[in-house]
Every structure is written in structure tokens, then in C-alpha cells.
């Protein structure tokens, strides 16, 4: 564990450089569109991730955004599923250079495009230095994009945290349930241990909440366990209906902003959307998160 910790305050260090960096020179930042990394994540599973990941993608979508939604879901990838897709290539293949990252990316008949990459995570940390160049160059071409989601797997494994530490904007969502809060509470903790409170951009979304009072009491009772206790700030930022909506989308597997575009938890997601659109961060781009992710320290030789 030391270990790990060791290479993620690595990578947060040089995320905070980076960030340094780019508001010194604001005009050499607006000359280079890089796409935002969004990564979205949760304590457990069941508390509608996927769901919100393929959703948001739609949502900025329809403000003129081009969207990308990676899933990054190690044990069981979901994506493609609520989509009813059946990808044929995956991160695999672009990893044993049989595919490129074009000819795996799979347009969508509602204006996003897909990546399959539940095999292709799991195999990068085995990757020598050059394939990792080749692979980072290749995900490089994915850089006129406007929006990466990133749907990562439930929990706090190493490669959830690596994610969250590269990310621009990293949303965790938990659901009023008791639970959900506490392993919500969970990784906020280890992020907080983890990248010795640095401010991680982290968001919280409360999914499946009766209203909006229900959810503020949530929001409200989270951001302060960890602004007291972990010394991490943490933004709210919305909160989507228990609509019934939702689960009929879900047994359809269509993305609920399609079934029913005017339902309460669309409306939600809209509302999300809108308010992280009005709050863009300094981007660094898809490969500048993988470098941060996978780059080999000069030191120990190890990815930091």
C-alpha cells in the first residue's frame, strides 16, 4: 500500500505542476484543444454509474459537445450493455497493436461514441515502455474530441484511484441509501489518505433521491465529514430522481434521456451537465492523463 501511495502523490504532484504551468501561460493553453477527462466512479456498485456516464455523454451531446464514453470497468462492462452494442474490439486489441483506437471506437445512433476496454485495462500494466509510447500516441488521436467519460468499476482498486488522480473532473455517486454513503465515505477517505488532501476537483452526485431536500442532506453531511475529518473538498453537484423512468430505459437499453428526455431524472442530468459546461478546468488531454498514469519513473523504473 505504501507503494502505491507513493506513486500516486507522485502523479499528483505532477498534476498540480501541470495545472501550475498551464495558468502561467493561459495563452498557450486556449491555442490546443484537449479533451476533458471525466472520470465517474462510486464506493459500490448498484448505485446507477453506468447509467450516469452514458446519460451525461448524451447530455453533452446535445449542448454540441463531441463525446466519447470509455469503459474502464475491469470485472463487468456495462456500457455497451445499456446501449444494446456488442462491440467486436476492445483496448486489447489496440494493446497488441491488431487495431487502432479509430477502428475500435464505435459511433452510436445517439450521437456519442464508445470504447470497449474491459480486457484492455487489465493488460496495460504489463506493457514495456515502448509499447506503452505506442499506445499513449495512439489514444493521442483521440485528442479532438471535446469529452471523455471515463465509467470505472466500482470499489477502490489501484486502477480507480490511478483514474481519479489523473482525471479533470472525477464524480463520485452514491445514493441516500446507507450503505452507498458509507463506501461513498469510503473512498473519499482513501482519496483523501491517499494524495495527502490535495484538492482533487473531486464531485459528488446523488443518484435515486426522493427530491432535492433529500439529496442536499446527503451532499451537505458528506462535504462536511470531509472537510473536518479528511481535509478534502468535495463539490456537489446535483442530484437525479428516483424516476421510473430510469428502470424502463434500463430494461430497454436505451439511455433514459432518450426513452424519456423530459423526465425528472433527465431534467437532472441536463441541470448536471450544464453546471460542469460552465465550469471547465485547464484540460491536459487523453494522453496527458495516460502519461500521468503510466509513465515510468527515471528513479525506480516503475510506473508512477
Known sequence: MEDQAEKLREIMKRKKENSAA?????????????????????????????????????????????VIVMDADLGLANVNVMLNMIPKYNLYHVIKKQKTIREILVETEYGISIVAGASGFSQIANMNEEDRKDFIAELDTLSNTDIII???SAGVSSNVLDFIAA????????????TAITDAYGIIKIIATEYDSLNMGLKLVVNRARGAAQAKSVADRMINI?????????????????????????????????????????????????????NKPITTGFSGMLKRLFKSSPETGRGA
Request: net charge positive.
Open 167 to 178: 482525471a479533470d473532473d472525477a464524480v463520485i455517486v452514491t445514493t441516500p441509501e446507507p
Open 150 to 152: 471515463v465509467d470505472t
Open 226 to 278: 470531509a472537510g473536518q475529518f479528511l481535509n478534502l473538498k468535495l463539490d456537489y453537484l446535483g442530484f437525479i430522481y428516483d424516476d421510473v423512468s430510469v428502470q424502463n430505459a434500463v430494461l430497454r437499453q436505451k439511455p433514459f434521456m432518450v426513452v424519456d428526455p423530459k423526465c425528472k431524472a433527465s431534467i437532472c442530468v441536463q441541470h448536471i451537465v450544464e453546471r460542469m459546461d460552465r
Open 22 to 66: 498551464g495558468s502561467a501561460s493561459k495563452s498557450n493553453v486556449k491555442a490546443v484543444d484537449k479533451a476533458r477527462i471525466i472520470t465517474v466512479t462510486s464506493g459500490k456498485g448498484g448505485v446507477g454509474k453506468t447509467n450516469l456516464s452514458v446519460n451525461m455523454a448524451l447530455a453533452f451531446a446535445r449542448i454540441g459537445k463531441k
